[in-house]
């Protein structure tokens, strides 16, 4: 598990193609993301959330400005040195879940964790249990073309957090679902990497999605122009009746003891959802036994 840190930006420039000449996504954009928080960016097409959201991933190098993630300047770093980074403290949530067509829907899910090493036996086990606490018990063998977008989408949600980031970005992550079932990815979405402590940037269109956020910032032009903080939901219910299946503990499976509460492995405890009426968007019924739920 990666250490819980703030992803900050500092005077963020992205310069596409020549310097002089080229586009300017990013105009010196400063913002700090705590462990935990959730936020969503938007703003107008072209405003700049994408290279926002890729900069701050360490997918792209800044043209100046920095990047700080557990004391470290991405923007320095060698793209060899990126791409591993992004493989052990990033998740990642596209608007098309980017499964791979012919690996069934566990190994999918398992795919951060092979790659960083864990035996794939462990590694699919792990990634079954998220399958199930996400709502797919059961179609952990199914290609992504044997299920629904929403479904691919869960998939796509276990494979950004079966690692255990400290940030899951996630760029229009709804945006290729009807509104209903974009709506219930996103609170699964949000409702499960808040289980993880990890924190949450979403690239959005949808104004609605601020709801499940707890900061939304505006941008245009490159830069920040506003932002919002979501009033805490109201502070919610233990949700889990006893007996429930068991949250996944990263990697190394579930800690519960039998007969004991389950507390959700190493995480801290999950805190409300900000969707409508504070209820569990991963389903009550999933969630780990004796997990009191609190507001941020
Ligand atoms: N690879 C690229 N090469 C050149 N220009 C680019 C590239 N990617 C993005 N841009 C430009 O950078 C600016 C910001 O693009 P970006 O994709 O970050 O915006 P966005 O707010 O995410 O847009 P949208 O909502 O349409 O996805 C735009 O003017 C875009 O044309």
Request: glycine share 12%; charged share 15%.
């Amino acid at each position: 598990m990666t250490s819980r840190t703030p992803l900050t930006a500092h005077t963020l420039v992205k310069t596409y193609g020549a310097a002089g000449t080229g586009t300017t996504a990013l105009a010196g954009v400063d913002l700090s993301i705590a462990p935990g928080e959730s936020v969503a960016i938007m703003g107008p097409s072209g405003s700049g959330k994408t290279t926002l959201l890729h900069c701050l991933a360490g997918v792209l190098p800044a043209t100046s400005g920095q990047v700080i993630w557990a004391g470290q300047d991405l923007s320095s770093m060698s793209e060899g040195a990126r791409t591993g980074l992004r493989r052990t403290d990033f998740g990642f949530v596209f608007q098309s879940g980017q499964l791979l067509p012919e690996l069934p829907a566990d190994e999918n899910a398992a795919l951060p964790l092979m790659l960083a090493g864990t035996p794939r036996a462990q590694a699919t086990d792990t990634a079954r249990r998220w399958l199930a606490y996400l709502g797919l018990g059961g179609m952990e063998s199914r290609r992504p073309g044997e299920l629904s977008g929403g479904q691919a989408q869960r998939v796509a949600i276990a494979r950004a957090l079966v690692g255990s980031p400290g940030v899951v970005f996630a760029d229009e992550p709804t945006g290729a679902l009807d509104q209903q079932t974009g709506h219930e990815v996103l609170g699964v979405l949000t409702e499960a990497t808040r289980a993880t402590g990890a924190a949450l940037v979403i690239v959005t269109h949808d104004p609605g999605v601020a709801r499940w956020c707890s900061r939304t910032v505006h941008m245009r032009d490159g830069r920040i122009v506003s932002e919002d903080r979501t009033p805490a939901a109201p502070a919610a219910q233990p949700v889990a009746p006893a007996a429930q299946p068991v949250a996944p503990a990263p990697q190394a499976g579930p800690t519960a003891q039998p007969g004991a509460p389950v507390a959700p492995g190493p995480w801290p405890a999950p805190t409300a959802p900000y969707g409508p009426n504070g209820t569990s968007a991963v389903g009550g019924s999933n969630l780990p036994d004796g997990v009191t739920v609190v507001p941020r």
